[in-house]
């Protein structure tokens, strides 16, 4: 079965500062997807990486992938409030399942 | 447009009981998942839908089955509750072809008592 594994589970950092949200997995997949969640509420889609070396950015955060290392990264840069939310990844085999990671709580401090 | 809309919300049933929730796609999705989501577990895969075919399922018990309509809706049921079934559930929607990640609905959050 496939193991996704994120690091770390919590993540507490100043506004203003940059970190990395690292997502390691145990099959080959070159399907990787990271989403949002806010408390009580549902996933929200942020990217969807589908080839070795795919970097994608939206405003503070980028998300990229290495299939032949199994391994995602999320970068935050210059962190603000509004970015405090748990962060998933997520792999999918061929069987268009999604194996989760257990995400990552992000607190940014004023 | 249209986000993935499920029904209801929130629900409290009794240990023994059954219980069916419901999730209306994406329009022109034709592809549906459905997920478990606690806090001991995190996010679990259930079963996958497409076409109103069962293409792949997840580890759970025969209790929990869904199904698929030809209007790509899709409701999933829960015989014989127990309290361990407690969870948040989501539906997901996309297309079909995988190039797309999923959409997911707010949820339907069962408490089973």
């Known amino acids: 079965e496939l193991k996704v594994e994120q690091n770390p589970l919590f993540l507490s950092m100043q506004e203003g500062k940059n970190y990395t949200i690292y997502c390691n997995y145990s099959?080959?997949?070159?399907?990787l997807y990271w989403y949002r969640q806010d408390p009580g509420k549902s996933l929200e889609s942020l990217f969807v990486?589908?080839?070795?070396?795919a970097v994608k950015q939206e405003g503070r955060l980028m998300a990229s992938l290495d299939t032949k290392a199994r391994l995602s990264t999320l970068h935050i840069t210059a962190a603000v409030h509004d970015l405090s939310a748990t962060y998933f990844c997520?792999?999918?085999?061929?069987?268009?399942?999604?194996?989760f990671g257990t995400g990552t709580s992000l607190t940014v401090i004023p | 447009k249209a986000g993935v809309t499920q029904t209801p919300r929130y629900l409290i049933k009794t240990r023994g009981q059954q219980v069916t929730l419901s999730c209306s796609p994406i329009?022109?999705?034709?592809?549906v998942s459905w997920y478990q989501q606690t806090p001991g577990q995190g996010l679990q895969f259930l079963f996958e839908y497409f076409s109103e075919t069962q293409r792949n399922k997840g580890n759970f018990p025969g209790r929990f089955s869904g199904r698929q309509f030809s209007n790509s809706r899709s409701e999933m049921n829960v015989s014989t509750l127990e309290l361990g079934d407690s969870a948040l559930y989501l539906c997901a929607s996309r297309p079909g072809d995988r190039y797309y990640g999923y959409t997911f609905g707010s949820g339907t959050r069962l408490t089973v008592v």
């Open positions: 099959t080959t997949s070159d399907r």
């Open positions: 997520a792999v999918e085999n061929t069987g268009n399942q999604f194996y």
């Open positions: 990486l589908l080839s070795n070396g």
């Open positions: 329009s022109g999705h034709r592809s």
